[in-house]
C-alpha cells in the first residue's frame, strides 16, 4: 500500500470512530445545535470542577486553621494554669 492509502484508511476509521463516539454520547455530529448544546454542558462542568475545587481549597485551608487555633489555645491554657497565672 502507498503512504496516501493508509493515510486515507486512517482518515476513514477514525471519522467513524469520532461518529461512533458522540453517537454512543447521545449527539448527532451533523446537527449544530447538539454541537452547541455539548460544548456548553462541557464549559459548564469544566467551570463547576473549578469551583468545587476552590470550596474544597478553602474548606480545607479553614478546617486546619481551626484545628491549629484550637491547640495552640490548648497549650496557652495548660502553660498558664502550670504557671499559675492568671
Known amino acids: 500500500m502507498r503512504e496516501t492509502e493508509i493515510e486515507l484508511i486512517a482518515e476513514r476509521v477514525s ?5 461512533k463516539t458522540f453517537k454512543a ?16 454542558n462541557m464549559a459548564w462542568v469544566f467551570r463547576f470542577r473549578r469551583l468545587s475545587e476552590r470550596i474544597g481549597t478553602t474548606v480545607i485551608v479553614t478546617v486546619f486553621t481551626v484545628l491549629t487555633g484550637g491547640i495552640l489555645k490548648l497549650a496557652y491554657e495548660a502553660l498558664k494554669s502550670k504557671t499559675g497565672g492568671s
Open 15 to 19: 471519522d467513524v470512530t469520532v461518529t
Open 25 to 40: 454520547l447521545g449527539l448527532d455530529i451533523n446537527d449544530s445545535e447538539d454541537i452547541r448544546h455539548f460544548q456548553a
